[in-house]
């Protein structure tokens, strides 16, 4: 392209979307989208094979325009998205409320050097929405800044959709009165981070402020949660379906807050396994807070992953390290330096003490 319009990125983008092929943008520009091209979306429906190179352009809705996310994808197209940020959807009834940023229809979506931020759903996804079936595959791709009034602050998984993020980051996003701060998943989604961060993200009224798995299967794999905050699960709130499974993956200083604080680090109801991957410096506080580090209710294996330092704090405060109410496995993992206690209630997990 030979400009940074916007009505002539709508023609580029409808060139080529009958039958595929590639945008090549200019470097450097700036779209601003003042209007819907259709319905709730700012940019033609992709329908085929289309991608996108940007030379470190923007593509955003101006501040001052109507609600309207910048791309839906509809199957069975294959979009992708190369060296360019998406900015400041904001979706509202008009296209389901989900997906401010970008919305999948059981289609597909590739991100490479990609940011995704400041966008906005009215329900769920306010950075990206994928639904039933669909799948995206994010590289070295930033979703940051987003807001969800409902699910999934930065990314959300309909059931049976599939996310593969590698030396990506998912952060300082929010949902302001639902679950999953960073990312949503419903049963039978799958999320696989290799190499990534989970980081400052909040679900501000209710649980997983990284990550809540509601029923899905996620594998964080050298991947860093920290410093995300919900009431349940700071940083990861995992219930049902295949479980969660962290290999070399630490969670640190997440919080869990307020009335019913719970896993400042980790809830789960569900299958959790830790390999070498440590839980530090999480906190659970308000009155009778569980589980600093870690609140279980299903089946958790812990192997070469240290509980330690690790707060729950209030009034009838419990479990600093690990509050138990189902079944932990401890091989070679040490609990230890956890307030006011290692593991509740006494003798619910065999073998917590202090390990070398």
Same mark, same amino acid.
């Given at each position: 392209? @030979?400009?940074?319009?916007?009505?002539?990125?709508?023609?580029?983008?409808?060139?080529?979307?009958?039958?595929?092929?590639?945008?090549?943008? /200019?470097?450097?520009?700036?779209?601003?989208?003042?209007?819907?091209?259709?319905?709730?979306?700012?940019?033609?429906?992709?329908?085929?094979?289309?991608?996108?190179?940007?030379?470190?352009?923007?593509?955003?809705?101006a501040a001052t325009a109507p609600k309207f996310r910048i791309f839906e994808v509809a199957a069975p197209a294959d979009f992708t998205l190369n060296n360019l940020t998406v900015r400041n959807g904001y979706i509202g009834n008009l296209g389901g409320s989900v997906g401010g940023g970008i919305r999948?229809?059981?289609?597909?979506?590739?991100?490479?050097?990609?940011?995704?931020?400041?966008?906005?759903?009215?329900?769920?996804?306010?950075?990206?929405?994928?639904?039933?079936?669909?799948?995206?595959?994010? *590289?070295?791709?930033?979703?940051?800044?987003?807001?969800?009034?409902?699910?999934?602050?930065?990314?959300?998984?309909?059931?049976?959709?599939?996310?593969? !993020?590698? =030396?990506?980051?998912?952060?300082?996003?929010?949902?302001?009165?639902?679950?999953?701060?960073? !990312?949503?998943?419903?049963?039978?989604?799958?999320? *696989? !981070?290799?190499?990534? =961060?989970?980081?400052?993200?909040?679900?501000?009224?209710?649980?997983?402020?990284?990550?809540?798995?509601?029923?899905?299967?996620?594998?964080?794999?050298?991947?860093?949660?920290?410093?995300?905050?919900?009431?349940?699960?700071?940083?990861?709130?995992?219930?049902?379906?295949?479980?969660?499974?962290?290999? %070399? %993956?630490?969670?640190?200083?997440?919080t869990a807050s307020g009335s019913g604080a719970v896993g400042g680090g980790i809830y789960s109801g569900g299958p959790l396994k830790l390999n070498s991957s440590p839980v530090e410096n999480n906190t659970a506080t308000g009155t009778n807070a569980r589980g600093g580090g870690i609140f279980n209710?299903?089946?958790?294996?812990?192997? *070469? =992953?240290?509980?330690?330092?690790? /707060?729950? !704090?209030?009034?009838?405060?419990?479990?600093?390290?690990?509050?138990?109410?189902?079944?932990?496995?401890?091989?070679?993992? %040490?609990?230890?330096?956890?307030?006011?206690?290692?593991?509740?209630?006494?003798? =619910?997990?065999?073998?917590? @003490? @202090? /390990?070398?």
């Amino acid at each position: 392209m @030979r400009t940074c319009n916007a009505s002539d990125l709508i023609v580029a983008i409808n060139a080529v979307n009958a039958s595929g092929g590639t945008v090549n943008l /200019r470097r450097g520009c700036t779209y601003t989208l003042t209007s819907p091209d259709n319905d709730s979306n700012a940019l033609p429906v992709i329908v085929n094979t289309v991608t996108i190179n940007g030379n470190g352009d923007t593509i955003e809705r101006a501040a001052t325009a109507p609600k309207f996310r910048i791309f839906e994808v509809a199957a069975p197209a294959d979009f992708t998205l190369n060296n360019l940020t998406v900015r400041n959807g904001y979706i509202g009834n008009l296209g389901g409320s989900v997906g401010g940023g970008i919305r999948v229809a059981s289609g597909r979506l590739t991100t490479n050097h990609t940011r995704i931020t400041g966008s906005i759903a009215d329900i769920a996804g306010g950075g990206v929405y994928l639904d039933n079936s669909s799948v995206g595959r994010f *590289k070295a791709t930033t979703i940051d800044g987003n807001i969800a009034a409902g699910f999934g602050g930065g990314l959300y998984l309909e059931s049976s959709a599939t996310a593969t !993020l590698t =030396s990506s980051s998912v952060n300082g996003n929010r949902t302001t009165a639902g679950d999953g701060g960073g !990312l949503y998943l419903e049963p039978s989604a799958t999320v *696989k !981070l290799t190499r990534c =961060s989970v980081t400052g993200n909040t679900s501000t009224l209710a649980i997983g402020g990284g990550i809540a798995n509601e029923g899905g299967a996620v594998i964080a794999n050298r991947t860093r949660i920290t410093n995300n905050t919900a009431v349940q699960g700071g940083g990861i709130f995992n219930t049902g379906g295949t479980g969660f499974t962290l290999i %070399s %993956s630490p969670v640190i200083g997440n919080t869990a807050s307020g009335s019913g604080a719970v896993g400042g680090g980790i809830y789960s109801g569900g299958p959790l396994k830790l390999n070498s991957s440590p839980v530090e410096n999480n906190t659970a506080t308000g009155t009778n807070a569980r589980g600093g580090g870690i609140f279980n209710g299903g089946t958790a294996t812990l192997r *070469k =992953s240290r509980v330690v330092r690790n /707060r729950a !704090l209030g009034t009838g405060a419990q479990g600093g390290g690990i509050f138990n109410g189902g079944t932990v496995t401890l091989i070679a993992s %040490s609990v230890a330096a956890n307030i006011p206690n290692q593991c509740a209630p006494p003798g =619910s997990v065999p073998g917590c @003490r @202090r /390990r070398g």
